[in-house]
């Protein structure tokens, strides 16, 4: 596939409208709006934008659910070159306003919020040095009015000059870390990154403008930018959003909209397969999806293909790299698909570099992911030293996650190299004994962690929350590992927890976790 030089977002999008003009780009809550009405709405957003000093380069943040409004006011910035700071929906207002001080943006949209947060509240008391205008867009208020006949030539040819100011080596926009083994990171990348990315996932999928995208990922999530909305906008498919990510409300927008491709994170998929709803609503137009975001066991894989009735593309992906990293091919037996990530992304530069001397890893050989090219970001905002860190002086991304390349070219994840445990001397990494867990029927969700031991130095514990109904004993858990792995794998201790705590982006809460270990005296 050859990369699309020089296209910056808004270049993608006009590209867009001027084949699908009468298309769906865009539905919610039963009500459609076509390629030629989003971009109309998103120029009139962009001429208002402008008359209040957002230009290129303006940072103005979005703390907002997945609704029209908020795609719209998206599109609208990146066609004058602004640059989106998206929230994590999750956050409280008090770490909003810490990240809105230390991005220093000018601007930030809302909505209504999120379960039980609500957002008009929170904002009310939100005050930092460079913010100049808090701006309601709720879902209740029709954002604009038909005005492209009102405006001035003046405007009009302001809003012209805007688009062409903006290149594809911009920054597209600020996304942030998971978190999950310590504070948020805003992540910096171009438009160059983002719309190659974008194409390159539509690829995979085999997505094309028969395509309707269920987006249940939040905005905010990586793998919803590139993998859902950017895909969808690059081949002229439509985006449906549910009216929120209950299972049941997911299931009713499949059922509606017919949605075709269904991109998630592993328990997202174990929400909609193991919930009361699925019985209730027609899902039989799902075709594909990408899975990844956090790890799974084969066997889950193939379950969720089979309950869903769905080809999955497994994939690796991190917010580093905007997203895309590798994926399956779409026509590959699923039974190996299961088994690996896939391959390193086309025009990229993937190889399995050694830990210490950043040489490369024989075929099989287990060493650190490492990717370098269009995906890779610019830097970590105001982050110069966490940045070179995990981009080393040959340009190349540090994933952090361990694994090795096998003789056709998957890619195979065996652990996080953070997350490496060391118990006497032997390297353990706890993917694998967390896939022998899963296997077990009753597990929900499970993650394995190293705890100090004064004899062995790390000692395993196993952290596991069970089914709904379902029941497991310690004995129960380490006879299964010790069935299927080394007896040094075997986990020492073993935790039952009602609910393992997840962080806004949907990966296990670390931090929290071992905050739980320690205070049980572990």
């Given at each position: 596939m050859d990369i699309i030089n020089g296209m910056t977002i808004g270049n993608m999008f006009n590209e867009t409208v001027k084949k699908h003009a009468n298309r769906n780009a865009v539905e919610y809550m039963s009500q459609y709006w076509s390629y030629k009405q989003v971009d109309e709405i998103t120029d009139i957003l962009a001429i208002q934008f402008l008359e209040k000093g957002i230009k290129k380069g303006t940072k103005a943040a979005l703390w907002v659910y997945n609704r029209p409004n908020a795609l719209f006011v998206l599109l609208a910035l990146e066609k004058i070159g602004a640059i989106p700071v998206m929230l994590h929906t999750s956050w409280k207002a008090e770490s909003v306003e810490n990240y809105l001080r230390f991005i220093e943006v000018e601007y930030l949209f809302y909505d209504e919020g999120y379960l039980e947060q609500s957002f008009t509240d929170f904002v009310k008391h939100i005050s930092t040095p460079a913010l100049r205008e808090k701006i309601y867009i709720g879902s209740n208020i029709c954002l604009v009015e038909d005005k492209k006949n009102a405006f001035s030539q003046q405007e009009k040819d302001a809003?012209?000059?805007?688009?062409?100011?903006?290149?594809?080596?911009?920054?597209?926009?600020?996304?942030?870390?998971?978190?999950?083994?310590?504070?948020?990171?805003?992540?910096?990348?171009?438009?160059?990154?983002?719309?190659?990315?974008?194409?390159?996932?539509?690829?995979?999928?085999?997505?094309?403008?028969?395509?309707?995208?269920?987006?249940?990922?939040?905005?905010?999530?990586?793998?919803?930018?590139?993998?859902?909305?950017?895909?969808?906008?690059?081949?002229?498919?439509?985006?449906?959003?549910?009216?929120?990510?209950?299972?049941?409300?997911?299931?009713?927008?499949?059922?509606?909209?017919?949605?075709?491709?269904?991109?998630?994170?592993?328990?997202?998929?174990?929400?909609?397969?193991?919930?009361?709803?699925?019985?209730?609503?027609?899902?039989?137009?799902?075709r594909t999806g990408a899975i990844g975001g956090a790890g799974y066991s084969p066997s889950f894989f193939l379950k969720v293909e089979k309950e869903l009735g769905m080809k999955l593309i497994s994939s690796l992906g991190l917010t580093e790299a905007t997203a895309g990293v590798t994926a399956s091919r779409y026509d590959e037996p699923s039974e190996k698909s299961a088994h690996h990530v896939g391959v390193f992304l086309p025009n990229i530069d993937g190889r399995i570099l050694k830990r210490n001397s950043l040489q490369e890893c024989r075929t099989g050989e287990v060493g650190e992911i490492c990717v370098r090219g269009y995906n890779v970001m610019k830097e970590y905002y105001k982050l110069p030293e966490e940045t070179e860190d995990v981009i080393d002086e040959n340009g190349f991304l540090h994933t952090g996650d361990m694994g090795y390349v096998d003789e056709e070219g998957n890619v195979h994840i065996t652990g996080r190299c953070k997350e490496l445990i060391i118990r006497g001397g032997e390297n353990i990494f706890p993917g694998e004994i967390e896939n022998v867990i899963s296997e077990l029927e009753a597990v929900a969700v499970v993650k394995v962690l190293g705890v100090k031991d004064a004899h062995y130095g790390e000692e395993l514990c196993a952290c596991i929350s069970c089914k709904e109904g379902k029941m497991l004993s310690e004995e129960n858990v380490r006879e299964q590992v010790g069935k299927h792995l080394a007896k040094y794998k075997v986990p020492r201790y073993v935790i039952f927890m009602d609910q393992i705590p997840f962080t806004g982006n949907g990966k296990i809460d670390v931090n929290k976790l071992k905050e739980i270990i320690r205070e049980k005296g572990i």
């Open positions: 809003l012209c000059a805007a688009k062409e100011q903006v290149t594809s080596e911009d920054i597209d926009m600020i996304l942030f870390t998971s978190g999950s083994m310590g504070t948020a990171k805003g992540v910096v990348t171009t438009h160059f990154s983002r719309v190659n990315n974008a194409f390159v996932q539509a690829a995979f999928l085999r997505a094309t403008c028969d395509d309707i995208f269920g987006v249940v990922l939040p905005m905010f999530h990586c793998f919803s930018m590139s993998g859902n909305i950017m895909a969808a906008l690059s081949c002229g498919a439509c985006i449906s959003f549910p009216e929120s990510r209950r299972t049941k409300h997911v299931f009713r927008c499949i059922d509606f909209a017919k949605v075709t491709v269904l991109t998630a994170v592993p328990t997202f998929y174990s929400a909609l397969i193991s919930s009361e709803w699925r019985n209730a609503y027609d899902y039989s137009s799902l």
